[in-house]
């Protein structure tokens, strides 16, 4: 005979007929036996896991999806739907075998094949969970240099959660709720429908076209770049002034230098394919469900490979800057965390850091003493050593007794004023005397902190919560030329981020180069754990 079946479908001999039990299924005229084998299955399988376990003994191990009551199927549907559904959020679907579950619920026979079926799901549905809320990744275990703390929700918490709400709307409620998820989501459809459709078409063959000119290689860029939703539907065939227009909007969208000439490093973008951009969408989403919380209502957001700082007000960006950042070489590339800006420093002092202390002034000071004459030489005391007095050949990096201290000046390394947020990283925001370095497309070359192109009006910025007349009142500071911390009223969260790909505020993709290759190694990952890119062949 046929019989409903515990994935909500009709299934030949599921378990015979199904009756309510204690443990929510049981066979047949079902009795204490059939109760007893159910609950043992469930208490030997769930000890594997200290979290299942004590879930399960709260609930005197009667089961929440393995029921035949309305709850239990809808929890069982739910679960499966969003098992198939793993894809829509690039994650790793090799880890959540919807068919498979299905296959052992139809093979059920005995109370304990639900038993073992039953902790299962539940050991699925925390897998699923914890992957989409939190992210499929551990990322400092992926990438070093992420130092990024991820925020779990407790386990009890997650099948609490499932067990008193509604199981569909609960399951999609896990993702991150952010604007820039759903966001990113939606170009993921859009560039896979755009992959089904054939892409975007040859590729632009030339090493660079200009305005004025006409050709194959401009009819493939005309082409191509209306496939990409940059220019309008065309027929002309000369590099004219709508298209130059939309070399303009890619370049934008691309944080290349916007001229409106195909050179070069445009073309190398233009020719990206949809794969490639579809792996820093899965990547980038990633990140966000390891940025899952709430940020504050007032944060920074410095991404690294847009080379910008912004403050973000209840969503909206108040105030945006070029910056700096750490260059792609050893231990200079600037790490990924957030922290708390507790106050910033006008006319700092810059204390050199230890590393570049004894790898690049010290082999300077053995060959002349009076070399970098503009920064000090301080004892432990911190008084300034008179150079003719000190052998520092006698010194190796390892037993050099002193530190270096450049004082306030307009040529101090910092500029006239730093911002803090204390972290044992040694990272912060700062000014800089070297300004013509804003100037490039790729603005990697500190030491790992974060410069600023403006920041005295990122000062203002930071001060009008708290001032009345925050220039002048940074100004007054200035002009005294002594050193001078003023602190925050209210602290201001600070998330240093890696993304090569996100949205702006009307919803469209830009992409930024991969400078410090951590996206590749993240994208690597994240195939390992089982993350496919669909609707790509082979």
């Known amino acids: ?79 499966l739907d969003a098992l198939r559904r793993a894809d829509d959020h690039g994650l790793p679907v090799a880890r959540y075998d919807a ?22 799901m539940t050991r699925m549905y925390l897998q699923y969970a914890r992957d989409l809320q939190s992210g499929a990744l551990i990322p400092s275990r992926t990438v070093s240099a992420i130092k990024r703390e991820v925020r779990y929700t407790d386990r009890s918490e997650l099948l609490r959660g499932l067990v008193a709400g509604r199981p569909a709307g609960y399951l999609r409620s896990l993702a991150p709720r952010t604007i820039e998820y759903s966001a990113l989501m939606k170009q993921k459809f859009l560039l896979q429908e755009q992959l089904s459709r054939g892409g975007w078409g040859p590729v632009v063959t030339a090493s660079s076209v200009k305005p004025g ?107 945006e800057t070029r910056s700096v950042v750490g260059a792609a070489r050893e231990d200079r590339p600037t790490p990924e965390f957030s922290d708390m800006m507790s106050h910033m420093v006008i006319n700092p002092s810059w204390y050199v850091p230890r590393s570049i202390v004894v790898n690049e002034y010290l082999p300077a000071l053995r060959a002349n003493p009076n070399a970098v004459r503009h920064i000090d030489v301080v004892d432990r005391s911190g008084r300034t050593v008179r150079r003719s007095s000190a052998n520092f050949s006698r010194y190796s990096a390892r037993t050099f007794p002193y530190s270096m201290r450049q004082p306030p000046s307009k040529s101090n390394a910092l500029g006239l004023v730093k911002f803090m947020f204390p972290n044992k990283y040694n990272i912060y925001l700062h000014d800089t005397p070297a300004k013509s370095l ?46 001078s911390r003023v602190n925050l009223a209210t602290e201001v969260p600070v998330h240093i981020i890696y993304r090569t790909a996100y949205t702006d505020a009307r919803g469209n993709l830009n992409f930024r180069r991969d400078i410090y290759g951590r996206d590749a190694r993240i994208w690597d990952a994240l195939q390992k754990a089982g993350v496919v890119l669909s609707g790509v062949q082979g």
């Open 213 to 319: 000119e006409t050709g194959p290689a401009v009819v493939n860029l005309r082409d191509r770049l209306m496939r990409m939703g940059y220019l309008k539907r065309s027929n002309a065939r000369g590099y004219d002034a709508q298209l130059t227009a939309a070399v303009v909007a890619f370049q934008q969208a691309h944080g290349l230098e916007q001229d409106g000439v195909a050179g070069e490093g445009t073309i190398k973008q233009i020719n990206e394919g949809i794969e490639a951009r579809l792996k820093s969408i899965l990547v980038a989403m990633e990140r966000e469900r390891w940025l899952n919380h709430e940020r504050g209502e007032r944060h920074i957001l410095v991404n690294i490979p847009d080379f910008t700082a912004k403050i973000v007000d209840n969503g909206r960006v108040t105030f």
């Open 1 to 79: 005979m046929e019989l409903t079946g515990f994935a909500g479908r009709t299934t030949k001999a599921a378990l015979f007929a199904l009756v309510l039990g204690a443990g929510g299924i049981a066979l047949p005229h079902a009795g204490v036996a059939q109760v007893t084998a159910f609950k043992q299955a469930v208490a030997e399988t769930g000890a594997r896991d200290g979290d299942i376990a004590k879930f399960y003994r709260q609930q005197d191990f009667e089961g929440i999806w393995t029921g035949d009551e309305d709850v239990h199927r809808a929890r069982r549907a739910a679960l």
């Open 99 to 120: 068919d498979k579950l299905e296959r052992q619920m139809a093979a059920a026979r005995t109370p304990r094949d639900l038993g073992r079926i039953e902790v299962e």
């Open 438 to 483: 804003f100037n490039r497309e790729v603005r990697a070359f500190s030491h790992g902190c974060v410069r600023l192109n403006d920041p005295f009006d990122f000062a203002y910025a930071l001060l009008s919560k708290q001032e009345a007349d925050p220039e002048g009142f940074f100004k007054s500071r200035l002009r005294t030329g002594r050193e």
